[in-house]
């Protein structure tokens, strides 16, 4: 049933949650609304398949490699933020020294015990302050790595229907904000209609994605799917 002036708002509505609805974005009570009404509206059912054409196009793009030497230019990342910390730190000390210990201390220091008490209550106070913080990046140590894994779904998972049952084990590559942008069937089935199940289930799921130094990366997931074959 085409959609009707009396329910423009509607639609509009509908097509505005589209791009929530692929990312698995909406709950559970605006998933089913979305999903009734595009069976009702052939307009907005239309454009719902043209916009997951197109996110499906974008999936089949290539990964991009990280960086051979990503993990040695993080480390110097790293080590020039503690020098620069440690230098300002000092810097700031020296002008505090300058500008207010030093003239007090010319002041006062008239006679040998209170020359002495001086000196022993700045040396005090620089044992005190002298020790730079620690600098965590990150708060995890150099070299972590993490892999992406499997957080939910935006639809319920159901067994991939083929012409026989078999297991289907498929490589996903998933991008650094938990979304799979290309796939690999490893092993099972590989027709055209396996793909298409898998596919549309694979786009409709969310992962943690993978993290370097605790930064979001592109990685790689090993899913299992259940093929089962249904009899006429």
């Not at 000196?119 to 790595?145: K, Q, Y």
Request: charged share 20%; hydrophobic share 45%.
């Amino acid at each position: 049933m085409n959609a009707t002036s009396d329910g423009k708002d509607v639609c509009n509505d509908i097509r505005s949650s589209f791009s929530s609805y692929l990312d698995g974005a909406v709950d559970g009570v605006q998933m089913r609304s979305i999903a009734e009404h595009l069976e009702q509206c052939s307009e907005c059912r239309k454009e719902f398949e043209s916009l997951r054409a197109m996110q499906s196009a974008l999936a089949t793009l290539g990964p991009a490699r990280a960086p051979v030497n990503l993990g040695t230019r993080l480390r110097v990342a790293v080590s020039h933020e503690i020098a620069a910390r440690n230098r300002n730190w000092r810097d700031t000390l020296s002008v505090k020294w300058e500008n207010t210990i030093l003239p007090w201390a010319v002041q006062i220091s008239a006679g040998f015990a209170c020359s002495v008490a001086l000196v022993g209550t700045i040396m005090v106070g620089l044992g005190v302050f002298a020790a730079p913080p620690t600098v965590m990046a990150n708060d995890e140590p150099l070299g972590a790595m993490t892999s992406p894994h499997y957080l939910y779904s935006a639809v319920m998972p159901r067994p991939i229907v083929t012409h026989r049952d078999s297991a289907i084990i498929v490589e996903a590559l998933v991008n650094d904000q938990g979304r799979v942008y290309d796939y690999n069937i490893v092993s099972g089935p590989t027709d055209d209609a396996v793909r298409s199940q898998v596919l549309d289930q694979l786009l409709l799921s969310v992962f943690e994605p993978a993290r370097v130094f605790g930064s979001p990366v592109r990685g790689r997931v090993v899913m299992t799917f259940s093929g089962i074959s249904v009899q006429a």
